[in-house]
């Protein structure tokens, strides 16, 4: 017996494991720069590792990697016609995933996120991204998705276009947003105003992912948690960002002793900016204290980072079993047997 999204949201927080684009380049599959997840056709078994390791870390989801899987991208990619394999390839291996969680089979969700081409002034790119959309999201319905997370919309009214789509083939909605350093979406509203819109005209959640560190998303969500009666997710980047730098995009690095090649530390020099996986754990907490319901994290994020995310949410994970313990540690552990020449000896190790 598998619970639905909503079933599950209605007995406490759903933890959503994101971030596979990071972690796959990090993994050494995927190309930094145009981030297409060719993954899902030329290296299925990697795919299949990633998402496997996010859900033993406590995700109740698996997310069909298809984020930047859509017609416009490929094109540019020149590689138009894996548009439709790579994205069935996509939720067909998550599925196989799912099926493989030892006490209930987890939920898989389609994917489909910022266009990049939509513009507020072109009203032919309005239609261009519907169009992209409604074919993405077609296939998430015929390949048996459990709902489609719309997410990291900069626009609001792509993510509205977004959630239409999902909501004409009768598929639950989570639209999460980005919300870039202005700290308003880019056509002008606030964030909490375009997630009440959002909740009212049907999405089952909405809220925030990706671009912020929790110190200057958590601000944002406590709006959006006072502005919704509906389902809250967020699902921070695990950086440090900051009041002057609230996004990854511009985050400087104050340590770096090399020239960067691409000029910024985001996207492939970001690696001294981590948060702890304990801060992390802080912000969960934070977090289900005020009522956020879909709680994860999104680029950076590592299996580690997330199962101490879900414990910190109260959510016992698969890998739980190997959560830090320091006990038997031969300096810091504090078993009896444990020798006292090494124990005395931890302030000069
Ligand atoms: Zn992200």
């Given amino acids: 017996m598998k619970r639905s999204l909503e079933e599950r949201l209605q007995e406490?927080?759903?933890?959503?494991?994101?971030?596979?684009?990071?972690?796959?380049?990090?993994?050494?599959?995927?190309q930094a720069g145009s981030f297409v997840p060719e993954v899902a056709l030329e290296n299925p078994e990697a795919l299949k590792q990633a998402y496997r390791d996010y859900m033993n870390a406590g995700s109740d989801v698996v997310l069909a990697f298809t984020y930047n899987a859509h017609r416009e991208k490929m094109r540019i990619i020149g590689k138009e016609e894996l548009?439709?394999?790579?994205?069935?390839?996509?939720i067909r291996l998550a599925k196989e995933v799912a099926q493989e969680h030892p006490t209930e089979e987890a939920l898989v969700a389609g994917n489909i996120s910022n266009t990049n081409l939509f513009d507020p002034e072109d009203p032919e790119s309005k239609e261009q991204v519907r169009t992209m959309f409604a074919e993405m999201v077609k296939w998430c319905?015929?390949?048996?998705?459990?709902?489609?997370n719309g997410e990291t919309f900069y626009y609001h009214e792509e993510a509205q276009i977004a959630l239409e789509e999902i909501r004409k083939q009768d598929l639950p909605a989570v639209i999460t947003l980005g919300l870039m350093g202005e700290n308003i979406m880019r056509d002008g509203c606030t964030v909490e105003e375009s997630c009440k819109?959002?909740?009212?005209?049907?999405?089952?959640?909405?809220?925030?992912?990706?671009?912020?560190?929790?110190?200057?998303?958590?601000?944002?969500?406590?709006?959006?948690?006072?502005?919704?009666?509906?389902?809250?997710?967020?699902?921070?980047i695990p950086y440090r960002t900051t009041e002057d730098h609230p996004t990854f995009f511009n985050l400087p690095d104050g340590g770096c002793s090399c020239h960067?090649?691409?000029?910024?530390?985001?996207?492939?020099?970001?690696?001294?900016?981590?948060?702890?996986?304990?801060?992390?754990?802080?912000?969960?907490?934070?977090?289900?204290?005020?009522?956020?319901?879909?709680?994860?994290?999104?680029?950076g994020a590592s299996p580690a980072m997330l199962r101490a995310?879900?414990?910190?949410?109260?959510?016992?994970?698969?890998?739980?079993?190997?959560?830090?313990?320091?006990?038997?540690?031969?300096?810091?552990?504090?078993?009896?047997?444990?020798?006292?020449?090494?124990?005395?000896?931890?302030?000069?190790?």
């Fill in 12 to 30: 406490g927080p759903v933890i959503a494991g994101e971030g596979y684009l990071f972690e796959l380049e990090r993994r050494g599959y995927l």
């Fill in 83 to 90: 548009l439709e394999p790579l994205n069935r390839n996509a």
């Fill in 141 to 148: 319905k015929e390949e048996g998705v459990d709902y489609v």
């Fill in 197 to 236: 819109q959002l909740s009212e005209q049907g999405a089952l959640v909405v809220g925030m992912n990706c671009f912020r560190g929790p110190d200057t998303m958590q601000p944002y969500l406590a709006k959006i948690r006072d502005n919704v009666d509906g389902y809250v997710g967020g699902l921070p």
């Fill in 260 to 299: 960067l090649p691409l000029e910024t530390t985001f996207p492939t020099a970001l690696d001294p900016l981590y948060h702890n996986r304990y801060e992390l754990a802080e912000w969960a907490k934070e977090a289900k204290d005020i009522g956020v319901n879909y709680i994860g994290l999104c680029c």
């Fill in 309 to 349: 995310v879900a414990e910190a949410a109260g959510v016992e994970t698969i890998n739980s079993k190997y959560s830090p313990d320091m006990e038997k540690h031969f300096l810091f552990g504090k078993d009896e047997t444990l020798k006292d020449h090494n124990l005395n000896y931890r302030q000069k190790a």
